[in-house]
């Protein structure tokens, strides 16, 4: 099976409707971050200078199936406009009598954007009939949001079988290929740096690293439960207690694989988010301290195996790097990244965030906006929106 690319389609002259990842946060009514919105419009000027019509369409938020005047795609509008050079006309519906009218009205070279999908409960419930409306206003389909490719929705899965003419854009096929070179080819030695939060989120991911990995480094709080798995006191630092035997089974795994499972030597704690830092041995975390970050060895030996490694991979801070008291341990990891010879992939999140903070994004190969896509196609997992544009 092979993915389709966009440049192989034919679109003059035809309607093509462009799913979007313009998932972006609002506030007053006001784009606050439109790093998505300008990611996505050389993608749109394409299609439009190809002669196309473009029905553009996204979700935003966590709407719940009804209309929510405030994750409205319309502020997006303008933000989409000047980044692409066109009108943009916006239609307050994604399908019904506006859409359909507002889509049969529209020229090639012009610019249509729909509301918000998740006003339909149709869209996350993968609806035939809202399927069928959506693809009853275009010639042709193009999903270029790769972070909504896990989900089996309307507009990223089910709307794509009911196009003959239907690809990958260019955003989503770079995804593809960077992602798929750290799942199935990755040159060696491949260093994988995970944190965050919890493991439950990225088990299935630290289960596929366990295997394809040299080296796994954890760090952050899913790094706690680790460490107290292996009989590490770690105070009041957060932790799955429900876990520990997985993270047992876990270290267990890549034990016998021969991938060096690397955990934190010395921490930041402090006795609150909002309190004095102090570093500390591992071994030395007291009852009434908590983790919040990775301390200097610690950075030390992750730059030193991310300098040696040909393929490297990153998805979660280090600690609580939205304080900056908790920070240098993630922005230690975001420069050890962008200084190494490999082939460097950030995946999703807060990851990105970090990396944009470091000003070190154009000296990686690959950041990915997919986060939990990147996770789940990293473990393997058949992606609904890939799946659908396959031939």
Not at 149 to 177: C, D, K, N, Q
Not at 182 to 194: G, K, L, M, S
Not at 271 to 293: E, F, R, Y
């Amino acid at each position: 099976m092979a993915l389709r690319l966009m440049d192989e389609l034919q679109v003059s002259g035809r309607r093509v409707l462009l799913r979007l990842d313009l998932n972006v946060p609002l506030k007053d009514g006001k784009v606050l971050d439109d790093t998505r919105v300008r990611e996505a419009a050389p993608t749109v000027r394409a299609l439009l200078d190809r002669g196309a019509a473009v029905i553009a369409c996204s979700h935003l938020g966590r709407a719940k199936g009804k209309p929510d005047p405030a994750l409205s795609l319309a502020p997006v509008a303008g933000v989409l406009e000047r980044y692409v050079g066109t009108p943009v006309r916006f239609v307050p519906d994604s399908v019904g009598e506006l859409a359909r009218r507002a889509a049969a009205e529209l020229r090639p070279g012009e610019l249509l954007l729909l509301e918000n999908l998740r006003f339909h409960s149709g869209e996350e419930g993968n609806d035939p009939e809202f399927c069928a409306q959506l693809a009853a206003l275009a010639d042709v389909y193009v999903n270029d949001a790769f972070g909504t490719a896990h989900r089996a929705h309307a507009s990223t899965a089910g709307v794509a079988a009911l196009f003959p003419a239907r690809a990958a854009g260019p955003l989503m096929a770079r995804e593809i290929a960077a992602l798929t070179k750290v799942r199935d080819t990755a040159e060696r030695p491949f260093v994988a740096v995970v944190g965050g939060a919890k493991i439950s989120g990225k088990l299935e991911t630290l289960k596929a690293l366990a295997h394809k990995a040299d080296t796994l480094a954890l760090v952050g709080g899913m790094a706690n439960t680790f460490l107290l798995a292996n009989g590490v006191t770690v105070g009041k630092s957060l932790v799955e207690n429900d876990l520990l035997e997985v993270a047992r089974s876990v270290a267990a795994d890549a034990s016998s694989r021969g991938v060096a499972l690397l955990l934190p030597v010395d921490v930041v704690v402090a006795a609150n988010p909002d309190g004095p830092p102090c570093t500390v041995a591992t071994s030395d975390v007291g009852a009434d301290q908590m983790i919040l970050d990775i301390g200097p060895l610690t950075q030390e030996h992750i730059a030193t195996v991310l300098a040696q490694a040909r393929t490297a991979f990153w998805n979660g801070p280090a600690g609580m790097f939205e304080k900056p008291a908790f920070a240098k341990g993630t922005f230690a990891i975001a420069r050890a990244l962008a200084a190494s010879r490999a082939f460097t992939v950030v995946g999703g999140g807060e990851s990105v965030a970090a990396v944009q903070q470091a000003g070190v994004v154009d000296r990686l190969s690959h950041v990915s906006t997919g986060g939990g896509a990147s996770l789940e196609f990293l473990a393997g997992v058949d992606l609904p929106g890939v799946a659908a544009l396959m031939e």
